[in-house]
């Protein structure tokens, strides 16, 4: 089976992005739009990483990561706190206090990211699934956001 990865973000258009990338390269992944149902979405699931937007309504991003750590049975979850908001050097020290793992600022580099889940997060990809790997090389952020362009219409099309 493979590994999970939780995603929270209030903003739809990444969290499809990311979903469909983590995806792609094997991972079970689980989204939530806000930190409460985020939380309640970790205690579910149990995945080995969360992706978590800084800004979130109802529980700051920062404060679910404390909560998670802070929880015995949660505190081995990695978590990558991920912000367009908060930048620079002061908040590197505010995201180490919280227990995070490590933060990328928006836009996400995917390739970082990628890189960084490659070495830090274990992955038994599921057998049988078909799904083909993103190669780290051919990443192109005019192919991602014209793929994510097409997720978000053919969501539209269902809602």
């Excluded at 469909?20 to 939530?32: D, H, I, R, S």
Aim: net charge neutral.
């Amino acid at each position: 089976m493979a590994a999970k990865i939780a995603i929270v973000d209030d903003d739809r258009v990444t969290i499809s992005m990311l979903e469909k990338l983590m995806t792609k390269q094997g991972y079970q992944v689980f989204t939530a739009l806000d930190g409460a149902a985020g939380l309640e979405l970790v205690k579910n699931n149990r995945p080995a990483l969360l992706i978590c937007d800084m800004l979130l309504p109802k529980v700051h991003g920062m404060d679910l990561c404390k909560k998670i750590k802070e929880d015995p049975e949660l505190k081995k979850t990695k978590i990558i706190l991920i912000t367009a908001v908060y930048k620079g050097t002061s908040i590197k020290s505010d995201i180490k206090s919280c227990g995070a793992d490590h933060y990328f600022e928006k836009p996400i580099n995917t390739k970082d990211l990628l890189d960084w889940i490659e070495k830090n997060v274990p992955k038994t990809p599921e057998e049988g699934t078909g799904d083909k790997k993103i190669s780290l090389e051919s990443l192109n952020i005019d192919e991602v956001m014209r793929e994510l362009e097409s997720l978000v219409a053919e969501k539209k099309k269902k809602a």
